[in-house]
C-alpha cells in the first residue's frame, strides 16, 4: 500500500494512532514504535503520533483479551 500511496504521488502528512489495550505498557516502547512506523510508511517521525488508552477494565479490551487500534491517515499530495 505505501508503494501504491508514492506512485499515485503521495505521502504522509500526519498519521494519529490510538491503541486500545490493558497490557503491556505501551509508554518504554513508543518511541520505537513510532520509529518503525515512520521507517515502514517512508514518513518523518514528527508526523506520527501514537497514543495508548485502557479500557477501564470494561469488556475484551479491559479483560486484556484483545487489543484495538483507530488510526487516521491524511494524504498530501506531494
Keep these: 500500500m505505501v508503494r501504491l500511496m508514492h506512485e499515485a504521488g503521495y505521502e504522509i502528512g500526519n498519521l494519529d494512532a490510538t491503541l486500545i489495550l490493558q497490557r503491556p505498557k505501551l509508554s518504554p516502547h513508543k518511541e520505537a514504535i513510532k520509529s518503525n512506523l515512520s ?27 484483545s487489543i484495538a487500534a483507530h488510526t487516521v491517515v491524511l494524504l498530501m499530495r506531494k
Design 39 to 65: 521507517e515502514l510508511l517512508g514518513a518523518d517521525p514528527s508526523v506520527v503520533n501514537l497514543k495508548a488508552k485502557t479500557h477501564e477494565k470494561v469488556d475484551s479490551l479491559g479483560e486484556n483479551r
